[in-house]
């Protein structure tokens, strides 16, 4: 064998055993990105049996539990970052994807049933919510756009509560939900503060949606 | 739907195979013999073999009086070593700056009508009978040890030509460094693939031929601009082998504009394509040939068409997403998109395959770069060009490449400078 076909051959080697070794760190740190996905289903699952105590509390001494249900507020949202990055790299067809999503939901649903009960029990003004209906399955153009946005408002205006559903989530409470609010098939779709909005062109359009003062930086006395 | 990024993956295997290829050849044994090869004895001139050096000119006033200099500073016994300046019908001051070494015992002058760098190469050749004949671009400069270093490779006589180890003359701007760094990897794979017989250049900057195979296989051509490629290739194809000493230092001027270095690649470009898909055609592929035939040269035209597919893959993923982002950020305060919020973790990192195969081929490149300079003991720092070259490089070569494909493609010819 003449010394440049030895050579290649080893070559040949070593770019496998390289390109070998890239492919398994990628598989690994998809891994590990699952595995954080089984410490979210985890904490989803505290999560909500925390808002089923919560619940009970409320009945017992309304009022009361108004600080632990805002900071379950901002735990949902980072939840919701982390999901949303895990749904744009498994894919929105990952049965794990899925499951966390069903679950994330109900906690959603969950949260904005409490708030809405918090206020009316405590006689309080109740916060500024939005319902914020996508889809990813091609057909909501403006909906990258549209959680952009609302990502930059609950940012800035702590107060506002955002709670984002997948629209086509095979979810009863979800369908539900979709069906009180009489929701249309027409995403990105939003019920601010009980009033439907469909459709984003932009940020400055999107907050003559909001009603008077809503949009402010101070907290909202409760 | 399929990423477009899987089309360049091929691509990124075949880059990393030629790396590996260069570095386990870089270890085996002709190479390092090449690289303990002592530079010739010239205690005993009638020993050494007369040697030629042409140093072709047309509009060189500026160097090439040093460049003749650095010559007659060679280390080899002066009856022996002869040189020839051709001025190739300058237009400047060329020959008022030849005409200073008028008087030299070791110089000659030649003045021709201008005809092109081949014919005024020729006009050289045809003016001696020296055993070793070899060329010196004017706007390049020796160290005095590089002819004594390159003469023991004609030791074998099946070795029809040699090359030099070349880098950048004081490179200043970052367009300099970069190409120095280049050139600098250059070196590497000449060394390299001399040691299996794969080159196919013989650049302008101190390359020698041994005089009869010059006679046999006749002068230098206009091979579409690129005499010195089309003479290598001539010398391969006749099956002689081109040697190479890493440690003959030569440094060249390069280009200072980004324009002059495209004008300039796209000749090297188009010519390499006009002669190996033109009368070399046959090269590519033969087994005869060995590493020339069915990886040297293949790899590098595949290289040609790689460049230009991953620039283009690139700047298609670039526009999209940045449209992407404008479009979902635009009536969001950019202080906003800017701001640092809190992330998700370290596993979220985007471990795309495509972004590490390109650090390694890019880490490799670098690797390659700074054991070429340390084999050829090349002075000067390389931070600099190693940052242009991991910065500027991947972005500039694309567009000499899309340049002369588009040039051959459609049978464009250029001037030497356009």
């Known amino acids: ?222 | 739907m399929m990423s477009p990024e899987v089309l360049a993956y091929p691509f990124l295997f075949i880059a990393i195979f030629f790396e590996s290829f260069i570095l386990v050849t870089l270890l085996s044994k002709p190479a390092r013999e090449a690289r303990g090869r002592a530079a010739a004895d010239t205690s005993d001139a009638s020993a050494l073999p007369s040697v030629a050096v042409i140093v072709p000119c047309w509009n060189e006033a500026a160097t090439v009086a040093a460049t003749c200099e650095s010559l007659l500073a060679l280390k080899y016994p002066r009856e022996k070593l002869k040189i020839i300046l051709v001025d190739d019908g300058s237009t400047d001051a060329t020959p008022e700056a030849m005409a200073r070494f008028a008087e030299h015992s070791q110089v000659s002058i030649i003045r021709k009508e201008n005809g092109g760098k081949h014919t005024a190469l020729n006009a050289g050749i045809a003016a001696t009978r020296a055993e070793i004949v070899g060329c010196l671009d004017a706007d390049s400069f020796v160290e005095p040890d590089a002819l004594r270093e390159m003469v023991p490779c004609f030791a074998n006589a099946r070795v029809g030509a040699v090359t030099a180890a070349m880098s950048v003359h004081r490179p200043k701007n970052v367009l300099e460094h970069m190409q120095n760094a280049e050139y600098i990897f250059g070196i590497t794979f000449r060394h390299a693939i001399a040691s299996v017989n794969g080159l196919y250049v013989t650049p302008g900057p101190f390359s020698f031929y041994r005089r009869e195979v010059i006679d046999t296989l006749g002068g230098f051509r206009y091979g579409h601009q690129t005499e010195d490629m089309e003479m290598a290739l001539r010398i391969q194809q006749a099956g002689y082998t081109i040697e190479n000493a890493p440690h003959a230092r030569v440094y060249t001027k390069a280009p200072r504009s980004i324009l002059a270095l495209l004008k300039q690649r796209t000749r090297w470009t188009s010519g390499f394509l006009r002669n190996i898909l033109g009368e070399y055609r046959g090269l590519i592929g033969a087994r005869r040939h060995g590493a020339l035939g069915l990886l040297v040269l293949p790899t590098a035209l595949v290289a040609i068409g790689s460049g230009i597919l991953i620039f283009s893959l690139t700047l298609f993923m670039l526009v999209r997403n940045a449209t992407a982002a404008f479009e979902t950020y635009a009536g969001v305060p950019l202080s906003y998109t800017l701001s640092l919020r809190e992330g998700a973790g370290w596993s979220h990192f985007p471990a795309s395959f495509y972004l590490i195969l390109g650090i390694a081929v890019l880490f490799v490149s670098l690797s390659l770069i700074t054991v070429g300079k340390r084999i050829s003991r090349t002075p000067g720092n390389l931070a600099l060009g190693l940052i242009s070259y991991t910065f500027l490089y991947g972005l500039i070569v694309p567009l000499w490449l899309l340049r002369a494909t588009t040039d051959v493609s459609l049978g464009k010819r250029r001037n030497w400078r356009e």
């Open chain 1, 1 to 222: 064998m003449s010394l440049a076909a030895r050579n290649a051959l080893i070559a040949l080697g070593i770019t496998i055993a390289l390109v070998g070794t890239v492919a398994l760190t990628v598989k690994y740190l998809n891994r590990s990105l699952i595995a954080e996905l089984g410490a979210i289903e985890d904490q989803l699952s505290i999560d909500m049996l925390s808002l089923e105590t919560q619940f009970s509390l409320l009945e017992a001494a309304p009022c009361d539990s108004v600080a632990s249900s805002a900071t379950l507020t901002s735990e949902l949202e980072n939840m919701g970052s982390r999901l949303s990055y895990a749904e744009e790299q498994l894919g929105s067809d990952n049965p794990q994807v899925i499951r966390l999503k069903d679950t994330y939901s109900l906690l959603e649903i969950r949260d904005y049933l409490i708030t809405a009960r918090l206020a009316d029990a405590c006689g309080t003004k109740p916060p500024v919510t939005v319902l914020y209906f996508y889809s990813n399955a091609g057909d909501c153009a403006d909906c990258d756009k549209a959680g952009y946005a609302l990502s930059y408002l609950r940012d800035t205006y702590p107060a506002l509560r955002v709670y984002s559903f997948d629209y086509n989530l095979d979810l009863g409470a979800l369908k539900t939900l979709i069906a009180v609010n009489d929701v249309r098939d027409s995403l990105p779709a939003f019920v601010i503060n009980g009033k439907r909005v469909y459709g984003f062109s932009s940020l400055s359009d999107f907050e003559k949606q909001f009603p008077k003062g809503a949009l402010s930086t101070s907290t909202p006395k409760l």
